[in-house]
């Protein structure tokens, strides 16, 4: 067994196609992870990597995926738009058309469990990745989902792939939840946001952890917008928490896209880039010293410790 380098590419929506950008200055630099695991937005794009450990490919299919006119449309509601002030006759009817939608979503989301179909999920990464299992992947991907029942973590290491992705992505009350065995299971972006400690059950003797910040709110019209923002302090909290056991983190600079803002998709990515090219000196100065005969020795020490 070798020593092997993981990869946890956290959640975060549309700001989590930085991921591609970390991939790609990774690729570059030599870094190659022998295990993955995602969570949410991190799932799909750690699908796509360890189906076809190649960047370049990784983001063109990725970008097909997220920039259909129709895959933008759905999310547009989601995403708060500035006053209309300044713009022509269309622009105001397309900004109040944009209003009503959202004021929709809203009422819909305390009325109904969920506000789409499975299908217009699934439909969507069955057409990304095709009928393959985590078994086929090329290299060891593990999804992250959370149970409501019980508030632990699901992971997802075998079988169908598209199981695995959306159980990890179908976001509370967008989506259907994926009921199994007495559990309810939906995206893990709340508790298990960067997914470090399934990478360390593939193997991973170094995690670099990959961690999508939340966008920051500044206005809040609902009660319903005070409760999210409350509870994203609260996860944002718990995530620092569980990023302090990684290795290694990456926190590309993503803070002011909109999590439902898929038409950032490319600003996105450079951000995930250009935050990995910076952390490279260190990165890799972590890594050479993980390697060197000192630390080990120092390692192997403490862990004969520890068992007497």
């Known amino acids: 067994m070798g020593w092997k380098i993981g990869l946890a590419l956290g959640s975060g929506g549309a700001r989590g196609l930085a991921h591609a950008g970390v991939l790609e200055a990774l690729e570059e630099a030599g870094v190659r ?22 960047p370049d490919l990784v ?29 022509d006759a269309r622009g105001r009817l397309m900004g109040l058309y944009e209003f009503m939608q959202r004021k929709l979503v809203a009422v819909r989301t305390v009325t109904r469990p969920y506000l789409q179909e ?9 057409n990304l990745f095709g009928p393959i ?38 976001i509370p009350a967008v989506f259907p939840p994926v009921e199994d065995e007495g559990r309810i299971i939906v995206d893990g972006g709340g ?17 670099i952890a990959v961690d999508i910040p939340a966008f920051q709110e500044r206005s809040f ?12 302090i609260a996860r944002q909290r718990l995530n620092q ?22 038409s950032a998709g490319e600003a996105c990515r450079a951000r995930g880039y250009a935050a990995t090219r910076d952390a490279l000196p260190q990165l890799k100065k972590q890594l050479r010293w993980r390697r060197s ?16």
């Open 33 to 54: 992870a022998d295990v993955v695991a995602g969570t949410s937005m991190g799932s799909i794009v750690g699908g796509l990597y360890a189906q076809t450990p190649d």
């Open 59 to 87: 983001w063109s299919r990725l970008e097909a995926y997220v920039r259909s006119e129709e895959f933008i449309a759905y999310w547009a509601p989601f995403v708060p738009r500035e006053d209309n002030e300044g713009l």
């Open 118 to 126: 499975a299908e217009r999920l699934l439909n969507p990464l069955h």
């Open 133 to 170: 299992n985590f078994e086929e992947l090329q290299i060891p991907l593990a999804t992250v989902a959370l149970d409501l029942v019980s508030g632990e973590s699901v992971v997802y290491t075998r079988g169908s792939l598209i199981k695995g992705i959306y159980a990890s992505s179908c």
């Open 191 to 207: 508790p298990y946001r960067v997914p470090i400690e399934a990478c360390r059950q593939l193997g991973a003797d170094f995690v």
């Open 221 to 232: 019209t609902s009660g319903l917008d005070l409760i999210m923002r409350s509870n994203t």
């Open 241 to 262: 928490f569980s990023c302090a056991t990684a290795d290694f983190v990456i926190t590309p600079d993503v803070t002011d896209f909109h999590w439902a803002d898929f």
């Open 293 to 308: 005969l000192p630390c080990k020795a120092k390692r192997l020490a403490a862990k004969m410790l520890r068992v007497r």
